[in-house]
């Protein structure tokens, strides 16, 4: 009798929104804030003891941002992406773990829908842009440049206002023997994050609610 009427309840969804409504050449611009959950991310740490350095995975937490659109064509817009999380670094070590870090992303780019005339309606983005990180007791921040790919759904409920649905992937050179994290004080200082040069890759997926005007 559940599954009957989970049925029916998504039978009446579709009926309430059988197509999308058609591209708007009215339409100029938009605007997403969105809740997300982040994941993966690893830094090359310093030990506290000085005993050399450690990979340590940046926890797996909440996100939230915001998209902002200005539309090229009906089918394409140029977007402004801000995205923030703030998390803890993963590690026994209570120096390391009790440290909150935050990682923004700064992001221009475009979006463009293909096709824009099914429902749902798939859309892919591409931004570049910088990475800004920063963490508590007194250290301080950094800032990389970056670039994200990301792609999902856009499910509108009227020519205005859709949910989007969507994963992105968010990639940050770091140079070759940099350091992040770093702070001096009455104590010393010192630096968390050492890094030989690589990639710091984080992977979001999001929830989305778009209005359109």
Not at 3 to 21: E, G, I, K, S, W
Not at 95 to 110: C, H, L, S
Not at 136 to 165: E, H, I, W
Request: proline fraction near 4%; glycine fraction near 10%; charged fraction near 15%.
């Amino acid at each position: 009798m559940t599954l009957m009427r989970a049925a029916l309840a998504a039978f009446t969804l579709v009926l309430l929104f059988p197509a999308v409504p058609t591209a708007r050449a009215d339409v100029r611009a938009e605007i997403t804030p969105f809740v997300g959950y982040r994941m993966s991310g690893s830094f090359d740490v310093e030990r506290s003891d000085g005993t050399g350095t450690q990979s340590v995975d940046v926890e797996d937490s909440s996100a939230w941002g915001i998209d902002v659109g200005i539309y090229a064509t009906p089918d394409a817009f140029y977007e402004f992406l801000y995205s923030t999380q703030t998390t803890n670094l993963d590690s026994r070590d209570p120096a390391i773990a009790g440290v909150d870090v935050t990682t923004e992303y700064f992001q221009f780019g475009g979006t463009a829908f293909f096709p824009a005339d099914q429902w749902p309606v798939p859309y892919l983005s591409l931004t570049i842009g910088a990475t800004r990180y920063s963490a508590d007791q007194g250290y301080g921040s950094d800032t990389k440049f970056s670039g994200s790919l990301g792609g999902g759904l856009r499910l509108p409920f009227n020519d205005n206002v859709a949910a989007t649905l969507g994963v992105r992937g968010y990639l940050t050179l770091l140079e070759s023997d940099t350091s992040i994290f770093c702070k001096s004080d009455s104590q010393g200082g010192g630096c968390l994050v050492r890094s030989s040069g690589s990639t710091f890759f984080q992977a979001e997926a999001l929830l989305g609610l778009t209005v359109r005007f």
